[in-house]
């Protein structure tokens, strides 16, 4: 079964800073792979995915994604973080390839990202 | 609103009473899945449905639990005979098509709070 692990809970960084935020996937082939973004007391809104292709994906808000088959990763990445970034962040995979029909994600846990000003 | 609209945004139960949480996907949609995320967790996927039809339900309790989406309405997730550890936020989400480039749209949640 696949699965997903963000080992960072909490992260605080300044405003201004670099981000970086670590995900680690389990699944037997390579999956499609997904960051997430949910500000307190709102659903999820899409930043990135990776679907095949170039590596590096580039998502909204700035965001980017590096996916490294041999580490199993699929890191998220800021050059320079604002407050409004703030929020909980979830990496998600979903299976490759379109089997029974639907391509239901799995979580991670998130990160809760703090930004000081 | 063209998104995913959930309702109610909060509801409150007594334990043994039932929950009834509705969604209407976004225009064109007709895929929806539920996700339930309990404190501190992530979001762990419950059910997958399309028009009058349940097409992956893996993830839903074996009991007490159910869903439907009906050819006219809002997807319909019931629970029945609430319990304590049933108090979580509930998120649908919905795609236009089956097929992993039609991305899923959430819902703002419906947060469940069990007395």
Excluded at chain 1, 32 to 54: A, E, N, R
Excluded at chain 2, 35 to 44: A, F, I, N, V
Excluded at chain 2, 69 to 83: A, D, H, N
Aim: glycine content about 10%; overall charge positive; aromatic content about 10%.
């Amino acid at each position: 079964a696949q699965s997903v692990t963000q080992p960072d809970i909490h992260i605080t960084v300044s405003e201004g800073a670099s981000l970086e935020l670590r995900c680690n996937y389990s699944y037997g082939a390579t999956p499609y792979l997904f960051w997430y973004v949910q500000s307190p007391g709102q659903g999820l809104q899409l930043l990135l995915k990776y679907f095949s292709g170039d590596t590096l994906v580039q998502g909204i808000k700035g965001f980017e994604a590096e996916f490294k088959r041999s580490q199993s990763s699929f890191n998220l990445r800021k050059p320079s973080v604002h407050w409004s970034d703030a929020a909980e962040y979830f990496c998600a995979v979903a299976p490759s390839g379109v089997t029974g029909g639907g391509n239901k994600l799995t979580f991670g846990t998130g990160t809760q990202l703090k930004v000081e000003l | 609103n063209a998104g995913v609209m959930q309702n109610p945004r909060h509801l409150v139960r007594r334990r043994g009473q039932e929950a009834r949480l509705r969604c209407s996907p976004m225009k064109g949609h007709s895929h929806v899945y539920w996700y339930r995320q309990l404190p501190e967790e992530g979001l762990k996927f419950m059910v997958y449905l399309q028009k009058e039809n349940i097409i992956d339900e893996s993830g839903m309790p074996k009991e007490r639990f159910s869903a439907e989406f009906p050819k006219e309405g809002p997807s319909i997730l019931r629970i029945q005979q609430v319990v304590r550890g049933d108090s979580a936020a509930y998120f649908c989400a919905s795609s236009s098509r089956t097929g992993i480039n039609q991305p899923q749209h959430f819902g703002d949640g419906t947060r469940l709070s069990i007395l």
